[in-house]
């Protein structure tokens, strides 16, 4: 049972360039969530899922997408990469409004 | 503004001591209140869920909610250098998603 695991742990990116960043959960969750995190912002919620085959905005959505590939995983994009999308990023999942579960996180560099 | 705030510290305590975290929130519909610990470079873990007014216990660790005042706390007692992460404080909202709103977290040093 590992949980919440995402790919990659870090990466380095060009400004302009393109990555998707992979969530996979076991815990059979319906609900699935991208979060970053910035020196003293706390988490702030990118995208979310509540169920297989819904994504809904959350408060910082811009230049980001995001695909619920199916109950087990949720893929965040960015499409053109800008320096202010360095950041750490988490994945996390929960079931039914209880506690979020959250993977190791993906650390970007945009230069 | 942001709807949940926590005292941004840092705070600092000796060993031993009891140190506590405090965390507002302005969705007076929101049922459900998480403290997280987040050591550096790692990500947040839980250590405290509330759900009701009172106080909830567990081990060195008693979370309380006033839903009146729209307050949460984590008390730590005899804090120990290992309890020296930064703590999020986070509300599950009363919206149709239900997600969850976090502080931006206080940094929490216990010196031996």
């Known amino acids: 049972n590992a949980g919440v695991t995402q790919t990659p742990k870090f990466q380095v990116l060009k400004t302009g360039q393109s990555m998707t960043l992979q969530c996979a959960q076991d815990?059979?969750?319906?609900?699935m969530y991208w979060y970053r995190q910035d020196p003293g912002m706390g988490l702030r919620l990118i995208y979310y899922?509540?169920?297989?085959?819904?994504?809904d905005k959350g408060e910082v959505p811009n230049g980001y997408n995001v695909s619920r590939l199916n109950k087990r995983e949720f893929s965040l994009r960015l499409e053109s990469a800008a320096p202010s999308q360095t950041s750490v990023y988490f994945c996390a999942s929960s079931e039914a409004g209880e506690r979020e579960y959250f993977g190791p996180g993906t650390r970007l560099t945009v230069t | 503004q942001k709807e949940v705030e926590q005292n941004s510290g840092p705070l600092s305590v000796p060993e031993g001591a009891i140190a506590s975290l405090n965390c507002t929130y302005s969705?007076?519909?929101?049922?459900?209140f998480f403290w997280y610990r987040q050591y550096s470079g790692k990500s947040p873990e839980l250590i405290m869920s509330?759900?009701?007014?009172g106080d909830k216990e567990d081990g060195r660790f008693t979370a309380q909610l006033n839903k009146a005042s729209q307050y949460v706390s984590l008390l730590i007692r005899d804090s120990q250098p290992s309890d020296s992460a930064t703590y999020l404080c986070a509300g599950r909202g009363s919206g149709s998603a239900r997600q969850l709103t976090f502080g931006s977290g206080t940094q929490l040093t216990v010196l031996p």
């Open positions: 899922s509540a169920s297989e085959g819904t994504t």
């Open positions: 969705d007076r519909g929101s049922q459900s």
């Open positions: 509330i759900y009701s007014n």
């Open positions: 815990m059979n969750h319906n609900s």
